[in-house]
């Protein structure tokens, strides 16, 4: 099992991602700068939060057009899973791969905190071994994780359950006040039509020993690793 963890100038959760995948689950992690052309073959391209060129011009506006990010998309186009975290997941918007944006949050303020999410899809085998209705206790960190789009899309997103993950109480309540950073339709995560490539806003790498306050992100990234090893067989 390979994990490819990609890293751009301004990237900050890249190591944490490696050590999630390589010293806590055990597979195979190659970090790959932006400027290679060799994602090292790999089964899942992770790409972290962070800043990303310092956010300049737009969140992952720069980042997308880094020569790393050509292979990022043969290797989707290839059949590839491809997973998004924070700046990741502004990147793959940026890049068409998902659908939406990421503006600033609600209240104009960079966000650091705890965050309950419910698990609101099993569409995606990106959450595989999450039931529909847990609810993870994972951190954010970000000033653009406000998702928006317009109402076509939103509805595309629900009716055909690409809605992966959305802000709740900790009891799986929707509430105002549980939506941190003011998403429309309250949502945390999304993922394609065909469910290999997902992006969110929260961090599970950052909460994957309990010593951090929650291991509730090896619900996630565990349960890929499963079925990537799954499927490989």
């Known amino acids: 099992m390979r994990v490819s963890v990609v890293t751009f100038p301004g990237s900050n959760c890249d190591q944490d991602a490696v050590w999630a995948f390589g010293e806590i689950l055990g597979v195979d992690v190659t970090p790959v700068w ?47 899973y491809v997973m998004g975290i924070c700046n990741g997941f502004q990147i793959l918007c940026e890049m068409g791969i998902l659908p939406g944006c990421l503006m600033k949050n609600r209240d104009l303020a960079f966000l650091c905190q705890d965050v309950y999410v419910r698990c609101e899809s099993s569409k995606s085998p990106l959450t595989y071994g999450l039931s529909t209705g847990t609810v993870l206790n994972i951190p954010i960190a970000h000033g653009m994780g406000r998702y928006v789009a317009d109402d076509d899309t939103l509805r595309s997103l629900e009716d055909h359950q690409q809605v992966v993950f959305r802000y709740t109480t900790a009891s799986g309540e929707l509430t105002e006040e549980a939506n941190p950073n003011g998403s429309l339709n309250a949502i945390a995560g999304i993922c394609d039509e065909s469910g290999r490539a997902l992006g969110m806003m929260p961090h599970p790498e950052r909460h994957v020993e309990s010593a951090l306050g929650s291991d509730d992100g090896l619900q996630v990234l565990g349960g890929l690793i499963e079925y990537l090893e799954y499927a490989a067989t």
Do not use: T
Not at 42 to 55: A, E, N, R, W, Y
Not at 56 to 75: C, D, K, W
């Open 34 to 80: 932006h400027k290679s052309h060799d994602l090292a073959n790999p089964d899942l391209v992770f790409i972290p939060g962070g800043f990303s060129f310092g956010d300049y011009l737009r969140s992952g506006a720069i980042a997308r057009f880094s020569p790393i990010m050509n292979e990022v998309a043969q290797h989707y186009r290839k059949g590839g």
